[in-house]
Each structure stands twice: as C-alpha cells, then as structure tokens.
C-alpha cells in the first residue's frame, strides 16, 4: 500500500516560483504530478522514473516546470517557476504507473492548491 501526502502549495504572484513536495510510503514506483483547475478535467503535468532518468512533461509546462525525486526520503518534488494565473489549479500527486492518463495511477494524494494571481 503507497501513501501520498502533497505539501507546498500556496498563493503566489504570476512570474513567481513555489515548490510542491510528496512524500510517499511504501513500495517506491514512477510518480507524477497532475492538476485539476475549477471546472476543467484532471490534466497531466509531469512524471519521472524511479531512478529519476526519464522525465516527461506536458507542453503547458515544459521549460518552466521541474520534476525530481529524492529516494533516499522517498519524495518527489514539483519545481515551478514563472507561474501564469493558467497555472491555478488543485495538483495531487500519483504513483503507480508511467504514463500521462490518469486512468493508469492507483494511488494519489490529496491534493494542494496552487494559486497565481495576476
């Protein structure tokens, strides 16, 4: 069983930068970061490999958005920077699989909200 517990979100400025962080229990698997905005469908926003050697990105994101993982505290963290108010949404955290649907993760976390303000 995989527990996923997300920290860091916050209000933020548009151009401004936050770090999302989870931290996962149990078996460690491919982790990614998707986002769900106000009325909008759950979106892919990035994933990484369990050595962290394959990363992938969604377009919206790609250049200013950074995934990476610690194993040794088996984390994964969410680096954006130049945030754009488009970029509001709730992110929850999945492990599971490798893949951008969110049809192939088990677990999730709860979720953080990201705000940017304009």
């Known amino acids: 069983q995989v527990q996923l517990v997300e920290s860091g979100g916050g209000l933020v400025q548009a151009g401004g930068s936050l770090r999302l962080s989870c931290a996962a229990s149990?078996?460690?698997?491919?982790m990614a970061w998707f986002r769900q905005a106000l009325r909008k469908d759950r979106e892919f926003v990035a994933l990484i490999s369990v050595t962290g050697s394959i990363t992938d990105y969604a377009d919206s994101v790609k250049g200013r958005f950074t995934i990476s993982r610690d194993n040794a505290n088996n984390t994964v963290y969410l680096q954006m920077n130049s945030l754009k108010p488009e970029d509001t949404a709730v992110y929850y955290c999945?492990?599971?699989?490798?893949?951008?649907?969110?049809?192939?993760?088990?677990?999730w976390g709860q979720g953080t909200q990201v705000t940017c303000s304009s």
């Open positions: 999945a492990s599971g699989s490798q893949s951008q649907s969110a049809q192939e993760y088990v677990y």
């Open positions: 149990g078996p460690r698997y491919p």
